[in-house]
């Protein structure tokens, strides 16, 4: 099939494979990620572009995309901080939310924004008054109907009230730049955005008249991710977006657009586990398939089963039957596609893995902080420059290990054997190990790491052991090297402790 020709899939599935993290959880592709970037820009070069940071708040992402050269489309104070954080220049934020607290606004200004969207006359006197003199756009309402996840009326002004909003920015001695609009995100036309771009010209027509020129026009986000259809090329939409924009404005303006799910979609998968299979009735001719992962864990968007993710399991190829899918907590919504028509194959059993195909857009960050005891969804990153991965963040795991055969606990040799390839299977970079020996019992294994330090101590006389990794940025996985040694040990585990440092965004 063209989608698992995917080299991002490819690679994110072999990372799983290798290593084997905890499901379920999301593997970016960072590579991917800059490409589908690329690729973008190349497609609509004359357009500067704002990352839609929602799709996906990554700081790898935000800090990818910053050395890119991409711009921020933001929603509110948590995400200025993140970019600026990242190394994000603050002229090169959009703050696009037309919902904003005053003190919100005032704090984007003092951070240096000087670029904000509107699409009220309340939120413009806020701007005018908390950033003075900034640019600013009018949001017009458009049709989002032909989006698989339309937006309905929620954001944008009719057309002669942007006319009004614009006339009287400048009078409040900001700077209208144009009209803004988002056709609702997944559009597979590339001719969504002809109505909008229509508008938008009449708008700066319109404002014109009054004897105010508009510069620019922001496109908004929309272009597509590789779900159960293949979209069309961004060269398409950027061909259509041209000849509309030739078509409706009598000079070109400066052209922004704020992309989100593609710059990331196509950059993920998460990998999810069977938890059962089960049959309604003995005649059912559906079997419900609960995963470990549902609506509340980070597919958001299978509400109303608007995105139809592309799904794989290690028995495809051999017969298969119609399902129901549905998510593991106690809601009864936490259903993901009871009428989109998903066959899987008659094989499959609980403990057997379903990979979620494009899941990079709009997941982790959806996924609840712990609705029915459910962690969020954690993520992984392989691939993109090593230091595009946090060098800070990192997590320390504190485990006690009980009823160990004390002749194990005795084996300086097997346990440095033991901790070092625990360390390289679960990512780590092992520098130096060194043991020591104590009369008369007991060791002490360190192993020093690129990504800090990990270490065993060894108590043979009463079966225990106490093991401790701590590593640094995203690239090693310390839950999985403790979880390695303890099955190398054969041992119960008295107690484990996990401590986080930085920013974690899994
Ligand atoms: C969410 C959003 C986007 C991104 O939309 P995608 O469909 O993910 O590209 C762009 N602009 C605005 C204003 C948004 O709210």
Same mark, same amino acid.
């Given at each position: 099939?063209?989608?698992?020709?995917?080299?991002?899939?490819?690679?994110c599935?072999?990372?799983?494979?290798?290593?084997?993290?905890r499901t379920?959880?999301l593997?970016?592709?960072?590579?991917?990620v800059?490409?589908?970037?690329?690729?973008?820009?190349?497609?609509?070069?004359?357009?500067?572009?704002?990352y839609?940071?929602?799709?996906n708040p990554?700081?790898?992402i935000?800090r990818?995309?910053v050395r890119a050269?991409?711009?921020?489309d933001?929603a509110?104070?948590?995400?200025i901080?993140?970019?600026?954080?990242?190394?994000?220049?603050p002229?090169l934020?959009s703050?696009?939310?037309?919902?904003k607290?005053?003190?919100?606004?005032?704090?984007a200004?003092?951070?240096?924004?000087?670029?904000?969207?509107f699409?009220s006359?309340?939120?413009?006197?806020?701007?005018?008054?908390?950033?003075?003199g900034?640019?600013?756009?009018?949001?017009?309402?458009v049709?989002?109907?032909?989006s698989q996840?339309?937006?309905?009326?929620?954001?944008?002004c009719?057309?002669? @009230?942007?006319?009004d909003?614009?006339?009287?920015?400048?009078a409040?001695g900001?700077?209208?730049?144009?009209?803004?609009f988002?056709?609702g995100?997944?559009h597979l036309?590339p001719?969504?955005w =002809?109505?909008?771009?229509a508008?938008?010209?009449?708008? @700066?027509?319109?404002?014109?008249?009054?004897?105010?020129?508009l510069?620019?026009?922001?496109?908004?986000g929309g272009l597509?991710g590789r779900?159960? @259809?293949?979209?069309?090329?961004p060269?398409?939409y950027?061909?259509?977006?041209?000849a509309?924009?030739?078509?409706?404005?009598?000079?070109?303006?400066e052209?922004?657009?704020?992309?989100g799910?593609a710059?990331?979609a196509?950059?993920g998968?998460?990998?999810?586990?069977?938890?059962?299979?089960s049959?309604?009735?003995?005649t059912?001719?559906?079997?419900?398939v609960?995963?470990d992962i549902?609506?509340?864990?980070?597919?958001a968007?299978?509400?109303?089963?608007?995105i139809a993710?592309?799904?794989?399991?290690?028995?495809?190829?051999?017969?298969?039957?119609?399902?129901?899918?549905?998510?593991?907590?106690?809601?009864?919504?936490?259903?993901?596609y009871?009428r989109?028509?998903?066959?899987?194959?008659l094989?499959l059993?609980a403990?057997?893995?379903?990979?979620?195909?494009?899941?990079?857009?709009?997941?982790?960050?959806?996924?609840?902080?712990?609705?029915?005891g459910?962690?969020p969804?954690?993520?992984?990153?392989?691939?993109?420059?090593?230091?595009?991965?946090?060098?800070?963040?990192?997590?320390?795991?504190l485990?006690?290990?009980?009823?160990?055969?004390?002749?194990?606990l005795d084996?300086a040799t097997?346990?440095?054997?033991t901790?070092?390839?625990?360390?390289?299977?679960?990512g780590a970079?092992v520098?130096e190990?060194?043991?020591?020996?104590?009369?008369?019992?007991?060791v @002490?294994?360190?192993?020093l790491l690129?990504?800090?330090?990990a270490s065993i101590?060894?108590?043979?006389?009463?079966?225990?052991?106490?093991?401790?990794?701590?590593?640094?940025?995203?690239?090693a =996985?310390p839950?999985?090297a403790?979880?390695?040694?303890r099955?190398q040990?054969?041992?119960?585990?008295a107690?484990?402790?996990?401590?986080?440092?930085?920013?974690?965004?899994g």
């Amino acid at each position: 099939m063209v989608e698992s020709s995917l080299p991002a899939m490819e690679r994110c599935r072999a990372f799983l494979d290798e290593r084997g993290p905890r499901t379920p959880c999301l593997v970016i592709d960072l590579d991917a990620v800059r490409d589908a970037h690329d690729r973008l820009r190349d497609a609509l070069p004359e357009a500067r572009m704002y990352y839609a940071v929602k799709a996906n708040p990554s700081p790898e992402i935000v800090r990818l995309l910053v050395r890119a050269g991409a711009g921020f489309d933001v929603a509110g104070r948590a995400e200025i901080e993140l970019c600026l954080d990242q190394g994000a220049r603050p002229e090169l934020l959009s703050y696009g939310n037309t919902v904003k607290k005053a003190d919100d606004v005032a704090f984007a200004y003092r951070a240096g924004v000087r670029r904000f969207t509107f699409d009220s006359s309340a939120d413009l006197e806020n701007i005018a008054e908390r950033a003075p003199g900034s640019t600013v756009s009018c949001r017009i309402l458009v049709d989002s109907s032909g989006s698989q996840t339309p937006f309905g009326q929620k954001f944008g002004c009719a057309p002669e @009230t942007a006319v009004d909003l614009l006339t009287r920015a400048a009078a409040l001695g900001l700077d209208p730049e144009g009209a803004a609009f988002h056709v609702g995100s997944q559009h597979l036309d590339p001719g969504a955005w =002809d109505a909008g771009i229509a508008a938008a010209a009449e708008v @700066t027509r319109a404002v014109a008249e009054r004897g105010i020129t508009l510069r620019g026009l922001n496109i908004g986000g929309g272009l597509p991710g590789r779900y159960d @259809t293949v979209p069309p090329p961004p060269a398409d939409y950027a061909a259509a977006i041209r000849a509309s924009v030739a078509r409706h404005f009598p000079a070109p303006p400066e052209l922004a657009f704020e992309p989100g799910r593609a710059v990331v979609a196509d950059a993920g998968l998460i990998r999810s586990e069977v938890v059962l299979v089960s049959r309604k009735s003995a005649t059912a001719a559906r079997r419900w398939v609960y995963l470990d992962i549902g609506r509340y864990g980070g597919l958001a968007e299978t509400e109303n089963e608007a995105i139809a993710y592309r799904l794989e399991t290690a028995h495809d190829g051999t017969p298969d039957g119609p399902v129901v899918l549905a998510g593991p907590t106690c809601d009864g919504d936490d259903v993901l596609y009871q009428r989109t028509p998903y066959r899987l194959p008659l094989a499959l059993r609980a403990g057997d893995h379903v990979d979620i195909l494009s899941a990079g857009a709009y997941t982790q960050s959806y996924s609840s902080v712990s609705f029915n005891g459910f962690p969020p969804l954690a993520t992984h990153f392989v691939g993109g420059e090593p230091d595009e991965v946090g060098e800070f963040t990192g997590r320390h795991v504190l485990a006690e290990f009980s009823q160990v055969r004390p002749e194990l606990l005795d084996d300086a040799t097997f346990l440095s054997e033991t901790l070092e390839c625990a360390l390289s299977k679960a990512g780590a970079t092992v520098r130096e190990v060194t043991s020591t020996r104590f009369e008369p019992q007991g060791v @002490t294994v360190v192993a020093l790491l690129s990504e800090s330090h990990a270490s065993i101590h060894t108590y043979p006389e009463r079966g225990s052991a106490f093991v401790d990794v701590f590593t640094c940025g995203r690239r090693a =996985d310390p839950e999985l090297a403790v979880q390695l040694v303890r099955d190398q040990l054969g041992a119960n585990v008295a107690r484990t402790r996990t401590i986080h440092r930085g920013r974690e965004s899994g």
